[in-house]
């Protein structure tokens, strides 16, 4: 059982590396596409990647396509709102704001997800979720000391940034929870995976037609570059980090999953020197190292420490008989 958690743990920090490639990769793309194509053109591609891979599962299974209206329904909420509109959103907040203002908003999605949860999943948070959420936060604070210096809540003209990035935040934090859900309902993760894209991807058609239209020749010469980061996000970023995620949901709540969200600035950073060339800092190092821990605290100890903090109220109604 311990061996099982341990691998979960270790799938929560691959998911989230994965997460993670989606700043510094944008960042190498540029401006060498519009930003509604960066933001949905590797969803569409990940969607014609991985319909064909549902359709083997299924064959394999002996079963067809659950595309009847009371499986799409389930979808249809999921794909709208944690799909499409959170990626419009994420990218008109970005173009809003500043990036260290959006580096802190970001951290507010774990907070969203456990009250989602709370509501969707009566999910209950538990004295060891509280201290890693708090331990977390103090890792994020080591981790993210630039964005904070260089964050600016009290100018006017980014308010509108702020509350639509932080709408786009809250989102994801919908989709995370409610795909907790779809699990409930014996959904497959590729079938999760495929059926929220394909709602999401029928949503963004639009907006590459009239709002930024889409060139498959402007696309193709956007440069070598440009293209391999469109196909890491198609495939990574939106395709394997959430058949990965899914899949650790199947055993752990969805509260516990997400924490390691926190990681992300820590991954972001180190992705930063390495791909980039930034410069790596002691503090970082430390607050990764700390982040790193409370995820293994809610992941893998969590029973093993709630068992430490109740052993007294345990033993005392085996005294009584």
């Known amino acids: 059982m311990k061996v099982s958690r341990v691998s979960d743990w270790s ?36 969607t014609i990647i991985f319909l064909p891979i549902l359709g083997l599962e299924n064959k394999k299974r002996k079963v067809s396509f659950r595309w009847r209206w009371n499986d799409i329904k389930d979808f249809i909420i999921p794909g709208l709102i944690g799909i499409f509109l959170m990626q419009y959103l994420y990218t008109v907040g970005s173009r809003m ?8 908003i970001t951290l507010t999605i774990p907070v969203i997800v ?14 060891v979720r ?53 699990i ?40 070598k ?27 752990m709540d969805v509260t516990q999953a997400i924490l390691g969200n926190y990681l992300l600035p820590f991954f972001i950073a180190l992705l930063g020197v390495w791909l980039l060339k930034e410069s790596v800092t002691t503090m970082m190092l430390v607050g990764g190292f700390i982040i790193l821990a409370s995820t293994l605290m809610v992941s893998v100890y969590e029973k093993t420490i709630m068992e430490f903090f109740y052993r007294d109220k345990i033993k005392e109604p085996i005294k009584n008989k």
Not at 97 to 104: D, F, K, Q, R, S
């Open 130 to 182: 509280i201290l890693s959420f708090a331990l977390a936060i103090i890792g994020v604070l080591l981790t993210s000391t630039s964005d904070i210096s260089g964050s600016d809540f009290k100018q006017g003209e980014y308010f509108a940034g702020n509350l639509v990035f932080f709408m786009a935040c809250a989102c994801c934090g919908f989709y995370n929870a409610w795909c907790k859900k779809l």
């Open 11 to 46: 799938l929560v920090i691959v998911f989230n590396f994965m997460w993670a490639t989606q700043v510094p990769v944008i960042r190498l793309i540029g401006n060498r596409l519009g930003e509604v194509a960066v933001a949905f053109v590797p969803m569409l591609i990940s």
């Open 114 to 127: 456990t009250i989602f949860a709370s509501v969707f999943l009566n999910e209950k948070l538990n004295i």
């Open 225 to 251: 570059d440009a293209l391999l980061g469109i196909l890491e996000l198609s495939v990574i970023v939106y395709g394997v980090s959430m058949l990965l995620y899914f899949y650790v949901l199947h055993r």
């Open 184 to 223: 409930g309902k014996n959904y497959t993760e590729l079938e999760i995976l495929v059926y929220s894209s394909i709602i999401g991807s029928i949503a963004a058609i639009p907006l590459l037609i009239w709002m930024e239209p889409f060139s498959i020749t402007g696309f193709i010469n956007s440069g």
């Open 97 to 104: 704001t500043l990036a260290a203002n959006a580096g802190i």
